[in-house]
């Protein structure tokens, strides 16, 4: 049997050994958990979601929402996954993390294709090759990688919100709620009058921040910018952002609030809550001091503080191809954020994309070739040269799937109909695509 060693247990890497091993292709899937962690990891389990346990909209006038529904007709074990350990989160799909975790690496582990290595990757062995080892790759294969792509010196940082215990959140100033009503009051919101947002902006921009070498503002990647650097952006930022009081009427009062701050559910008990948005990395001390200066926080328990670290990633549009190989050298793929793709869900399609098209060529079968008119084609296609100037890791949006060709009245209607149609490109896809009925 053809063995493909895949490097890296992240979503990509799961993803992509699962979807080798479903077409009957060998595996060896290397992971260095629990031997050695990188900053951010904590858990001995594969798949570990460390920046939120939120995979975002699930609606398909989002275009995240059409990513996981193309991941889910094309096999996806991540959100296989995702379903069976969902937790409530409005409009939004949110899991308990453990299980999650758990769960995709159960799934690995009784996989006959498949054999788990538990060990440190320090070099790129002969044969088909996928690195999957994420922005935090260690330093042994990081130099390695270096050998094969002298552009590999890109970074950016990335920041983790704290998550608070439930018992200690104060509800007589907080009440639950979904905005505009979607869900089932699935969100802890803890409002601030106009006073109290202004001292506790205040208070965030001059907060002691724990030492990152290297950083500064600029370094933040926009996706998940630390809390404290959108306050120094400006006075009503976070009220424009992760603390927008639109479509949340708080019940005590009728009305709006002058800002909230969301708490989410982050695991299927209920007794854990993220600070929604609020990726930080403030000492741990101020954390505790600032954030403390939320109403219904005053007295919170923080069972994990935000923590930040860095994140590195490829120049992929001078480096891979359409099939995340790299050019100069195509036995070796790369699959997740490493790639250039910003997101769990993203990370996921990418290591679904290149176990799909690894698994063709080993199999001796014709490409799935997605198409830019659907969500998985469109991100790798993107990431493969579609951007334009200074390349920057990118979340999936219907900017970068291709336009209808016909006028459609309505936004929401117009991402609708490009949902349709990649919905039935993808169908017409399994039909004539052997390696997709495998």
């Known amino acids: 049997m053809e063995r493909v060693t895949v490097i890296g247990a992240g979503l990509a890497g799961s993803e992509c050994a699962w979807q080798l091993a479903r077409r009957g292709v060998g595996v060896r899937l290397v992971e260095m958990k629990p031997l050695k962690y990188t900053p951010a990891h904590k858990s001995e389990y594969f798949a570990e979601l460390v920046c939120s346990n939120s995979l975002r909209g699930d609606d398909l006038t989002n275009a995240v929402g ?41 799934r690995l582990e009784n996989e006959p294709n498949i054999e788990i290595v538990r060990a440190e990757a320090c070099d790129i062995p002969e044969g088909e090759v996928v690195i999957a ?3 935090l790759t260690s330093d042994a294969m990081a130099e390695r990688i270096k050998q094969l792509c002298p552009e590999f010196d890109l970074h950016f940082y990335d920041a983790v919100a ?15 709620a979904s ?31 724990a030492p990152v070498h290297g950083f500064d503002d600029g370094a933040v990647f926009e996706g998940c910018m630390p809390v404290e650097v959108m306050a120094r952006r400006g006075e009503d930022t976070l009220r424009y952002g992760p603390m927008k009081p639109v479509g949340l009427i708080n019940p005590n009062t009728g009305s709006e609030d002058y800002a909230v701050v969301q708490l989410r559910q982050d695991n299927a008990e209920g007794t854990l809550y993220n600070l929604v948005g609020f990726q930080t990395h403030l ?33 992929s549009p001078r480096l891979l191809d359409r099939y995340y190989r790299l050019r100069t050298e195509p036995r070796i793929s790369f699959a997740g954020q490493m790639t250039g793709v910003e997101g769990y869900v993203e990370s996921a399609a990418s290591g679904l994309l290149v176990g799909i098209e690894t698994a063709a060529r080993v199999l001796g079968l014709g490409s799935a070739d997605f198409p830019a008119e659907t969500a998985v084609g469109a991100l790798a296609l993107y990431v493969s040269g579609g951007s334009v100037g200074d390349f920057q890791p990118m979340n999936i949006n219907f900017g970068i799937i291709s336009p209808l060709g016909y006028r459609v009245k309505g936004k929401r209607n117009k991402n609708a109909e490009i949902s349709k149609r990649s919905l039935e490109i993808l169908a017409r896809l399994a039909e004539t695509k052997e390696v997709l009925s495998l």
């Not at 704290?162 to 639950?176: F, G, Q």
């Open 66 to 106: 059409l990513l996981k529904e193309e991941l889910r007709r094309l096999g996806s074990l991540v959100m296989e996954s995702a379903e069976i350990n969902r937790v409530a989160a409005g409009g939004a799909l949110a899991v308990d993390r453990e299980g999650f975790a758990r769960y995709i690496t159960e």
């Open 179 to 209: 905005r505009y009503g979607k869900g089932t009051a699935d969100y802890i919101n803890c409002p601030m009058t106009a006073a109290e947002y202004t001292d506790f902006v205040r208070e965030l921009r001059s907060a002691k921040e």
């Open 283 to 315: 000492s741990w001390g101020e954390q505790k001091r600032v954030f403390s200066m939320i109403p219904a926080l005053k007295n919170a328990d923080f069972v994990r503080y935000g923590v930040m670290h860095r994140n590195t990633y490829l120049d």
């Open 133 to 135: 080892t994420g922005p």
């Open 162 to 176: 704290p998550i608070v215990s439930l018992e200690s959140v104060d509800m007589t100033s907080a009440y639950r």
